[in-house]
């Protein structure tokens, strides 16, 4: 997939986008502690988005073509958005596909099978679930815990960027759902490679914690595989 406006790829647009809104960070004295217990040279703060409504706009129509590419809208009833940062985009999704939005609490208020979930949530609902990022999918494993609880089945998961460099698959085994991603870490270098816009020492910094990322976290004070 591509951008007819720009010409780049789908994932070179959405990496631009958010070099542009300044969402890509690195550090040079210490890496970022995740916390999930991972170490990284970069981190990603997608939560800026929200102030620039061009490339916001441009970011819910991408992540809905690329829904549609696959074939994956069809038969959904309710789109969910994660707390706190994917509330605004599940809510621009929603309107678009003019669906029910529902969000998911990180922790429950109250008791009962949708303690998590704000809205109307019925049992046997099919719920697209949107946030603006992954690293290693615990906050999404809950997430969909939640909304299992309250009788949904969660089939597909939307997120804005995904680290696509630690293990996801075990927190999220249990509800396998298909993973839809603008870009990763790998697209953001394939960027700052093609447009000389980092620091040779960040993108070396940046290749070598994606050329092994378990022992590049191991080595800098976070846990390994």
């Not at 647009?13 to 040079?28: E, I, P």
């Not at 960027?191 to 050329?211: C, I, K």
């Amino acid at each position: 997939m591509s951008d007819n406006r720009t010409g780049l790829t789908l994932q070179a647009s959405v990496s631009q986008a958010l070099l542009d809104a300044g969402c890509v960070r690195f550090r040079s004295d210490e890496p970022f502690r995740l916390p999930s217990g991972w170490a990284s040279p970069v981190y990603i703060d997608c939560r800026r988005l929200i102030s620039y409504p061009s490339l916001r706009r441009s970011l819910v129509r991408q992540g809905l073509a690329l829904l549609r590419d696959r074939d994956r809208l069809r038969g959904i009833d309710v789109i969910a958005g994660a707390e706190a940062s994917g509330i605004a985009f599940a809510a621009w999704i929603a309107e678009l596909v003019d669906l029910p939005m529902v969000y998911v609490r990180k922790e429950a208020r109250g008791a009962g099978p949708t303690a998590q979930v704000v809205g109307d949530i019925r049992p046997g609902d099919r719920v697209l679930l949107v946030d603006d990022m992954m690293a290693a999918g615990r906050s999404k494993a809950a997430f969909c815990e939640a909304l299992s609880a309250a009788g949904a089945t969660v089939p597909d998961l939307l997120v804005l960027f995904d680290y696509g460099t630690f293990p996801t698959e075990a927190a999220l085994s249990r509800w396998q759902p298909a993973i839809h991603a603008l870009a990763t870490w790998r697209d953001v270098m394939h960027r700052l490679e093609a447009t000389g816009a980092a620091p040779a020492l960040q993108l070396s910094e940046l290749r070598a914690f994606l050329g092994d990322p378990s022992r590049w976290s191991g080595t800098h004070g976070g846990i390994a595989s």
